[in-house]
């Protein structure tokens, strides 16, 4: 079976499903995962009967990688089942999860004890986290369930030994469902009381590179994200009602917007968090020669981002520099709602800007369109280090969300210019407003004027000085109306 380029699967076996007795053997297997070719150490087989689920020598391996899962899951009585990983190369499904740059070898063993009622579990994870080929940190795993509590002490460190601490508790409930219940199978219970349940929990960072989470961030929508993070926190209370305290700071950060075409420096953030809600005293970031500086507050209910209110204040900061538009920004923002539901409202003035319309052929002959067969996506990907997928082509995903209302005032360097024939240069002053409905494009409206004397069109080589004139936006900001003298 061929799940994709990179992986496929062969096996076989013997299946019965006579009522009761259900089984699977497994004579053989072979897997090629990324290069990577595993083999089934020895015949093994899954079963049911008895309303019992036995797992009886499943261990796979590829060099020095072994995957093992063996023992009994028993909704009516005792469970005693055990899964080792030794060296497994993450890298190797870690692009099915869209983790296109995590890589590392992941170690541990996971067991499961005790009657369905009141199950325990303990393990043991150890992971060498690589993001994009280099070595990035290591991550230790140290797990314990029992009383519908899992117990936590997890430490990431990166190379420089810096490093993130998580210990404590919190409530999870993973009793298993009788087998005479309605539900069909294996099924982990859900808790309806897991919002009054106790929490414990303390996050310490000291001076935490952040580097780290490249792999887990979207492609093509933050790049080259560095800066430290300083925290001492803890979590009490419930889930429903979390009591935090301490503080948590963000410090030397940086990162790039590749679709915006900015690059973001010098990004600093202080908080102090109570109760359910962690203040952001101060933020600040630079880009350019200008900065946005803000401050405000962001809800934790649930223990989840809930909704927040930041304020910022613009002072002669790069909005956005692509081929199409660049922006240089004076104003005040509020940005309220949620991560699902993002409000963006603010005044603005507009330094300088460029608004290019229509498109550049560049002179040269139209650009032909060719599909790229697997050959040539791999020559690509050994080639360039490039991955191409679907996700290639997204959208940052906020940004569709958000619902936006900006009043813009554009001040005397704000240009309308065209650079295939004919080529429009016209400088212009005036009043915007730019909406944006969740999950549209964004849209202008306005009437703003031309500046005499400093405007032109040029057609086949004669150039027009336009003396008076009116551009009007009517939505679509790439298609504008003119009427110019």
């Not at 430490?155 to 409930?173: F, I, K, R």
């Not at 792999?215 to 300083?230: A, C, K, M, S, Y």
């Not at 908080?271 to 020669?289: H, S």
């Not at 920004?329 to 290019?356: E, K, M």
Request: net charge negative; aromatic share 6%; glycine share 8%.
């Amino acid at each position: 079976m061929r799940v994709d380029k990179h992986r496929d699967l062969t096996a076989s076996g013997q299946l019965d499903l006579r009522p009761g007795r259900e089984r699977l053997q497994v004579d053989s297997l072979q897997m090629n995962l990324a290069g990577d070719r595993w083999q089934l150490s020895q015949p093994a087989s899954i079963s049911y009967s008895d309303n019992r689920y036995r797992v009886s020598n499943l261990l796979v391996y590829a060099d020095d990688q072994q995957i093992a899962l063996d023992g009994v899951v028993d909704p009516d009585g005792e469970q005693n089942l055990v899964f080792t990983v030794e060296q497994f190369e993450v890298g190797a499904v870690a692009d099915l999860l869209d983790y296109q740059g995590l890589s590392g070898t992941l170690s541990g063993s996971i067991s499961l004890t005790g009657p369905a009622a009141a199950p325990e579990a303990d393990g043991t994870l150890m992971l060498d986290l690589k993001s994009y080929g280099e070595t990035a940190g290591d991550l230790r795993l140290q797990l314990a369930y029992a009383d519908q509590r899992l117990s936590v002490d997890a430490l990431l460190a990166n190379q420089d030994a810096s490093t993130l601490h998580a210990e404590g508790y919190v409530p999870v409930d993973l009793r298993i469902a009788p087998g005479d219940s309605a539900a069909q199978g294996v099924q982990v219970r859900t808790s309806e009381t897991a919002a009054t349940e106790q929490v414990n929990l303390t996050v310490q960072a000291d001076s935490f590179a952040v580097d780290w989470i490249r792999p887990f961030l979207q492609p093509n929508t933050v790049e080259n994200l560095d800066g430290r993070i300083e925290a001492d926190v803890q979590v009490g209370g419930t889930f429903g009602s979390p009591q935090l305290t301490g503080s948590a700071s963000f410090v030397n950060g940086r990162f790039e917007l590749p679709q915006f075409g900015v690059a973001y420096r010098d990004i600093e953030v202080e908080t102090q968090l109570a109760d359910n809600q962690m203040t952001v005293e101060r933020f600040a970031l630079r880009t350019g020669n200008g900065s946005l500086t803000g401050s405000g507050t962001i809800n934790l209910a649930n223990l989840t981002l809930g909704e927040f209110d930041l304020q910022g204040r613009m002072n002669e900061f790069r909005a956005i520099d692509t081929r199409e538009y660049s922006a240089t920004l004076d104003g005040d923002l509020s940005l309220n709602g949620t991560t699902q539901q993002p409000v963006l409202r603010g005044d603005i003035d507009v330094l300088s800007a460029d608004i290019y319309i229509g498109q550049s052929t560049g002179g040269g002959a139209a650009l032909e369109q060719v599909q790229l067969t697997d050959t040539d996506v791999r020559q690509l990907e050994s080639s360039f280090g490039l991955r191409l997928s679907e996700r290639d082509t997204t959208s940052f995903d906020f940004y569709q969300a958000l619902d936006m209302q900006l009043d813009v005032n554009l001040q005397r360097d704000t240009w309308l210019r065209q650079r295939i024939n004919p080529e429009i240069n016209i400088q212009l002053t005036g009043n915007l407003n730019a909406q944006k409905q969740p999950y549209n494009e964004i849209n202008l409206y306005g009437t703003i004027d031309a500046v005499g004397q400093r405007s032109y069109v040029e057609v086949a080589q004669r150039r027009f000085e336009i003396t008076e004139g009116v551009v009007r936006f009517n939505g679509d900001p790439a298609n504008p109306t003119l009427d110019v003298r």
